[in-house]
């Protein structure tokens, strides 16, 4: 879907929902054409994995995401054409934060409904105290306006206005707003005033202040709590179709008689795993039926982990925390799914009337668990075909090291070296570069770095080789070598 329509189009909640609707059948049907069973609400796919979703993103929340950046852009770029028609059109005698009408264009009435939301999340910094001094959020406690409650007036006055030789004038301040924020303003904001350029806005869900849709998208949806078990279900090195199905068996939506039936779906039930039970459960089919047990008991045995009198979640989450040599682990926590999933299929087998023995479960099982090795350790040449000697091998596994000595190699007679490197916290991030100059005995004869700002790893190490080669021109410094570390 060509989502880019979205930033300039507000589709009614209805389209939104028939779209959604789509989706959702898209993604619960086997085949084009059927019917099947919605076994979780669209709107509850749409958080992140670790927040018990897909990862699907609702296409409210990207609207809402997009038209923040129209706002935003509305706010921010004062000298675009657009955002100079925006301004005439709607707010030529009251701040956009004020105008209240609810007509306008389709866009505009979007806009000023995320407004709010926006709004709190951009702060201008005093530059030369042109923002609103009620409306603008310069102090990052939010617009004034709508904090001061009783005190707010609705004017226009700027920032400047309260800054009397580069300091607060707090008799004004208080003339207007109440001590506490007074204070707060006092203590935290530098009342400096540079003429020449206007406060700079600063979107504050990014590190860089640079508006985001995706950072917006975060900001602005729903949250829901993290947790962990989710995190362990949507293990990334796992097939996702194992992944899915563990999820649908933790939040209880698998077509297993006693969840139907937790449903409203009333029928009767019967296991097809065995002849133990008259009734087909979870617990029974994952668990307590015996072939389950015994498939649980084979695998659990030889990592160390006693099954008895557990129930599923709680066997499952063990497997997931077991203590083992970190090789171990990552491919320990992904083994209850395999089994589940061998103990799924065989059950559907049977009751669609083929056969599935004990050794086929096993020997799949077996497959899958290599498939994972094969692609979380590629280096690994041989694995052992059994799981207890996997077990064994991981346990005990040691990575070979490699050494090798790196010296530094002083420059012949008569010259110099240069060494230089650039690193940032992040990329781009605060970054600083560093270069130092040696002779020939390797004795230091300058050395020099500095912070320079925002920049990218390249432009670190750029910038360093750079310094190096100025200092050597300003001190006449000839024929030498650079030596680079470029990582
Ligand atoms: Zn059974």
Redesign the pocket.
Known sequence: MPVYLLTAMNPPKGIIKQLHMIFARFFWSNTAGTRSKHWVAWEDLCSPKEEGGLGFRSLHDLSNALFAKLWWNFRVSTDSLWSAFMWNKYCKKVHPIMEKSLGGSHSWRKMVMIREEVEHNIWWQTINGSSSFWYDNWTKLGDLYYIEGDNAKEEEIEVKEFIHNRSWDKHKLLNHISEEITECIIDNIKPELIEGRNDKAWWMLENNGEFSVKSAWEGLRNKKEKRRDFEFIWDPKMPFKLCFFLWRVWKRRVAIDDNLQRMNIHFVSK???????KH?TMT??FLT?S??NRLWKQFAICAGINIEGMHLQQLITKWWIRDANIKLMAIQKAVPAMIMWALWRR?NTIKHGGKCSYNQMKEQIRIQIHLVIKLQYPWIQTIPTEWQDIVKYLNEYKPKLYAMSVRWVPPPRNKIKVNTDGACRGNPGQSAYGFCIRDEYGNLLYAQGEDIGLRTNTEAEIIAILEALRYCKRVGLEGFLAGIRLS
């Open positions: 296991c097809w795993c065995c002849d133990e039970s087909e029974h089919l039926a072939i389950a059950r």
